[in-house]
């Protein structure tokens, strides 16, 4: 698990094909042999991923086919930026929210413009994960924890204070970039709650009534 607040930022250092699959490896000077055991979990732009090699402080990491076609890994080439966090320690403050590393889907920035100090960002979620996206509730883009401040359809806008423009990823962007989501996981497992208690009642169908007998009225 991670909290979704971007440690450092990495550079990728190769990318390549292993067997059907992706082999990258990336630089962290911030990080150091000490720091990451092999084994450890490094989340890389939200998508976490285990340490299976490292030289000082390059990391390498295999990639599957199934993050492969759910990610932009597969884009991923030398020189590539790219945000870094460790997996919490029971003691980690948790400043974020609860991630898990396993990424959704892609997204799409389509607006950006400054508001006051901040930036705020806009984006085109994909049809079957804007259901779960909520004003004030929180969205992890890229790694990075985030509160949405509205949302219309499937765009939904947040806003990044100047910190967190520059110490991730995030500064690098253009309208038109795609980008890394994952959606609350509280509102995933509330749906498979919900959709799981109603096939044992009604047959498969998430129903007003049934909402309504336990208490979402």
């Known amino acids: 698990m991670f909290t979704g607040l971007i440690e450092t ?6 990318s390549k094909r292993v067997g059907g ?24 732009n939200g998508v976490c991923l285990t340490v299976i090699e490292q030289s000082g402080h390059v990391f390498s990491f295999d990639v599957s086919v199934e993050s492969i076609n759910h990610t932009l890994i597969g884009e991923w080439k030398a020189g590539s930026k790219v945000n870094l966090e460790m997996a919490l320690l029971p003691t980690t403050r948790l400043g974020g929210h609860l991630v898990s590393g396993h990424v959704d889907g ?7 413009e400054s508001d006051a100090r901040s930036w705020r960002m806009v984006f085109e979620a994909p049809q079957d994960l804007a259901k779960y996206i909520a004003k004030k509730g929180s969205i ?14 499937l765009e939904f806008d947040v ?8 110490v991730t990823t995030l500064g ?3 309208v038109g970039d795609k980008v890394h989501i994952e959606v609350d996981l509280i509102a995933r497992y509330l ?9 044992a009642s009604s047959g498969g169908t998430l129903t007003e009534s049934f909402l309504s007998e336990h208490g979402f009225s």
């Open 9 to 14: 930022i990495g550079e990728v250092v190769s």
């Open 21 to 44: 699959d992706v082999r990258i490896a990336v630089s962290a000077p911030d990080y150091s042999e000490v720091d990451v055991e092999l084994g450890a979990s490094i989340a890389i």
């Open 106 to 112: 892609l997204a799409s920035l389509v607006g950006l």
């Open 140 to 153: 992890t883009i890229n790694g990075t924890s985030l509160t949405v401040n509205n949302v219309d359809g």
């Open 159 to 166: 806003n990044v204070i100047p910190h967190t423009f520059e």
């Open 172 to 174: 690098d962007l253009s």
């Open 191 to 199: 749906e498979r709650l919900l959709t799981g208690a109603s096939d």
